[in-house]
């Protein structure tokens, strides 16, 4: 397996003026898997996305395929294949399906994305049909599709989600998460916050709890289904 979408954080830290959101915090994504970010709200889980998408200044290390990230926090990471799906979606509601995909894909030639286009609605099948419809009318599951597929018209390498099954039907859930694991087969690297743990440790490699800005544990998918007493800890943090 190569390196190809691999991120290795080292102590890093984030803050907001007097506020520290993460202090030291290291984590490794192997190239080709998942890993699961856990924690409760304020622990810095969406900062930590942040920092790595090149959206906030921190201090450490960001390794992404042995390539040290900018500290700045001034430009995205999307052009180094770094793609971020924020909480909420952020799907531009009074644009189209297909003006949201074509924005995905700015970084690109026109020619390329027109068919990168295509392939991504009929990822989502849910989409199709829909190039001309407003995002704002589509379902919440709708725009959680829309969301990840704008994310992919960039190829990225490495997948950051943020809570993408939030607000979500089990059903569409499922859809959801049937369509990472199709992502994770094909070489993406995904990095996820997600609190659906029942359904998400089916498609993890490894799992780091957050808790006050550190790691408080780090345990894998194997090993979280297999020991009641790793359940336990893990609980005690959430």
């Not at 954080?9 to 192997?30: C, E, F, H, M, W």
């Not at 199709?128 to 190829?155: F, H």
């Not at 659906?196 to 790691?215: D, H, P």
């Amino acid at each position: 397996m190569t390196d190809t979408g691999s991120l290795d954080i080292q102590n890093l830290q984030v803050r907001y003026g007097p506020v520290t959101a993460l202090r030291g915090v290291d984590l490794k994504v192997s190239a080709g898997t998942c890993v699961l970010l856990l924690g409760p709200n304020g622990a810095g889980k969406t900062s930590l996305l942040k920092a790595v998408a090149g959206f906030v200044p921190f201090s450490g290390r960001i390794l992404y395929e042995h390539a040290e990230l900018p500290r700045s926090g001034r430009s995205s990471n999307a052009k180094r294949g770094i793609s971020l799906v924020p909480e909420g979606r952020g799907t531009l509601n009074a644009l189209t399906v297909g003006e949201n995909l074509r924005l995905g894909g700015y970084l690109r030639r026109e020619r390329e994305t027109k068919a990168d286009v295509q392939q991504w609605v009929d990822f989502f099948p849910a989409l199709k049909g829909r190039i001309n419809q407003k995002a704002g009318s589509l379902s919440g599951g709708e725009q959680q599709m829309l969301a990840l597929a704008r994310a992919m018209m960039c190829r990225p390498r490495l997948l950051l989600l943020d809570e993408p099954s939030m607000g979500l039907a089990p059903s569409i859930a499922e859809v959801i998460f049937s369509k990472i694991a199709e992502l994770l087969s094909e070489g993406v690297s995904v990095l996820i916050v997600e609190q659906n743990l029942a359904r998400v440790v089916s498609v993890v490699s490894s799992v780091y709890v957050l808790s006050l800005g550190e790691v408080a544990l780090r345990t894998t998918a194997a090993e979280l289904s297999a020991s009641d007493d790793v359940r336990e800890q893990l609980l005690d943090y959430l």
